[in-house]
């Protein structure tokens, strides 16, 4: 038992620009905007909510992007505190954000980055 359960996955899609590539996104694939664009990052969803990606230009407080957001909801700190105890290393510490999250990033064992997040409203 790891004192945390995952209860949505997000990829995180790294781009050069947001606005040059929302009309893809939005047009091609019939995404929306699902609340929230931020200038280097916003989300993008299907009508039914099924489907969700984010969009990513340089994180804003992390050294780099991630692959995907993990949300663990309150379990965040079981969260970190499990990576820091499998020896996974921690590339941005565990972190309230001033946009309103609390999060870390873990490298996993493949190399690959994730953001591990608690939204408020979740």
């Not at 996955?9 to 620009?17: F, K, R």
């Not at 947001?18 to 990052?41: H, K, M, N, P, Q």
């Not at 916003?42 to 969009?55: F, K, M, N, T, W």
């Amino acid at each position: 038992m790891t004192g945390f359960t995952v209860n949505g996955i997000t990829a995180d899609l790294t781009v050069p620009d947001i606005a040059a590539a929302r009309g893809f996104y939005t047009g091609y694939l019939g995404l929306s905007v699902e609340g929230f664009d931020l200038g280097w990052v916003a989300r993008y969803c299907s009508p039914d909510g099924r489907a969700e990606i984010q969009l990513v230009t340089h994180d804003a407080t992390a050294p780099r992007n991630p692959v995907v957001s993990v949300m663990v909801g309150a379990g965040v700190g079981a969260a970190y505190e499990e990576a820091r105890r499998r020896g996974f290393e921690i590339v941005h510490p565990l972190t309230e954000e001033p946009w309103g999250l609390r999060r870390f990033f873990v490298r996993a064992p493949d190399g690959n980055v994730l953001n591990i997040v608690s939204h408020p409203d979740s």
